[in-house]
């Protein structure tokens, strides 16, 4: 992949100080709901707000999002709070419709990312934009999948590219909702070290309370972000109750990570030894 150092530009002026931090509802469920969130995440380390429109949902019956009238709803957050917005999209429709409200970044749901097709559908429909593109890994273990997903957003010239890692199913019961598979991660990294990777911890954990270890871990092993679903009323949220965090906890998360900074190199590097040793 040629010019990966432009793929950081989008980081790096955040970079420095935090890691970057994407929170918000799994799902925008009302207006009310999506205002309030943003508003109590607008003083916080949080850059994006993410709501899922469109959710992909295992079995039909299920809630499946609002849809385009929640892409009003974040706008009318960013108008508020200052807050970026953020949404997951999964067909050209989708993609028409974000742009049209300037969400600020689009990402690729795991579903999404291990179809070809419906992946050049969605980069052919994103040609060109300067919107941030992230693309979450397939739901099964397929490094190279990944990376021919990320290289046809790289052909079709997006510029903000980066991916989120959000583990990988298994048929097997784990503590994991999703199991991390931290290698998979590692060596996408090691192979495409200027593409910024953000962890997801809340879909490889499936519970709250796990979502502080596999943060740390995720930025002991040099990740640049964290994407964490975050409601007032977890308990009572329309998809992935289990795993969302209140404002407040999100908080908490963040007092309790330890944060490494670019001077530490060594220290990260010793981490990063010592994670993949544990495995
Ligand atoms: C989500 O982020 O709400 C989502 C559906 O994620 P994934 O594609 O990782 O399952
Ligand atoms: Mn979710």
């Given at each position: 992949?040629e010019n990966?150092?432009?793929?950081?530009?989008?980081?790096?002026?955040?970079k420095?100080?935090?890691?970057?931090?994407?929170?918000?509802?799994?799902s925008?469920?009302t207006?009310?709901?999506?205002?309030?969130?943003?508003?109590?995440?607008k003083?916080t380390?949080?850059?994006?707000l993410?709501?899922g429109?469109?959710?992909?949902?295992t079995?039909?019956?299920?809630?499946?999002?609002?849809?385009?009238i929640?892409?009003k709803?974040?706008?009318?957050?960013?108008?508020?709070?200052g807050?970026?917005?953020?949404?997951e999209?999964?067909n050209?429709?989708?993609v028409?419709?974000?742009?049209?409200?300037?969400?600020?970044?689009?990402w690729?749901?795991?579903r999404?990312t291990?179809s070809?097709f419906i992946?050049q559908e969605?980069?052919?429909?994103?040609?060109?934009?300067?919107k941030?593109?992230?693309?979450?890994?397939?739901?099964?273990?397929?490094?190279a999948?990944w990376?021919?997903?990320?290289?046809?957003?790289?052909?079709?010239?997006?510029?903000?590219?980066?991916?989120?890692?959000?583990?990988?199913?298994?048929?097997?019961?784990?503590?994991?909702?999703n199991n991390?598979?931290?290698?998979?991660?590692?060596?996408?990294q090691?192979?495409?070290?200027?593409i910024?990777?953000?962890?997801?911890p809340?879909?490889?954990?499936?519970?709250?309370d796990?979502?502080?270890?596999?943060s740390?871990?995720?930025?002991d092993?040099?990740?640049?972000g964290?994407?964490?679903?975050?409601?007032?009323?977890?308990?009572?949220?329309w998809?992935?109750?289990a795993?969302?965090?209140?404002?407040?906890?999100?908080?908490?998360?963040?007092?309790?990570?330890?944060?490494?900074?670019?001077?530490?190199?060594?220290?990260?590097?010793?981490?990063?030894?010592?994670v993949?040793?544990?495995?």
């Amino acid at each position: 992949m040629e010019n990966k150092k432009e793929f950081r530009s989008w980081l790096d002026a955040h970079k420095l100080e935090h890691p970057i931090v994407i929170a918000g509802p799994c799902s925008a469920e009302t207006e009310e709901q999506v205002l309030k969130i943003a508003h109590e995440l607008k003083d916080t380390d949080v850059t994006y707000l993410r709501a899922g429109i469109w959710k992909p949902r295992t079995r039909p019956g299920n809630f499946e999002g609002v849809g385009a009238i929640g892409l009003k709803w974040l706008q009318k957050a960013k108008a508020e709070t200052g807050l970026l917005t953020a949404t997951e999209v999964a067909n050209r429709a989708h993609v028409e419709l974000a742009l049209e409200h300037d969400i600020d970044l689009l990402w690729i749901g795991a579903r999404s990312t291990v179809s070809p097709f419906i992946v050049q559908e969605i980069a052919d429909a994103l040609e060109g934009t300067d919107k941030v593109v992230l693309v979450k890994n397939p739901v099964n273990p397929d490094l190279a999948l990944w990376i021919g997903a990320v290289e046809r957003f790289h052909t079709a010239n997006i510029k903000n590219l980066g991916v989120i890692h959000r583990g990988f199913s298994t048929y097997d019961k784990s503590k994991y909702r999703n199991n991390p598979e931290w290698q998979i991660a590692v060596d996408f990294q090691t192979r495409y070290p200027d593409i910024p990777l953000i962890c997801d911890p809340s879909h490889i954990t499936g519970k709250r309370d796990m979502i502080l270890e596999v943060s740390q871990t995720a930025l002991d092993l040099n990740f640049d972000g964290l994407m964490i679903e975050t409601h007032y009323d977890p308990d009572n949220a329309w998809s992935d109750a289990a795993q969302q965090v209140t404002p407040d906890s999100l908080i908490q998360i963040f007092k309790d990570l330890r944060i490494r900074k670019e001077q530490d190199d060594e220290v990260g590097y010793q981490s990063k030894l010592g994670v993949l040793r544990a495995q």
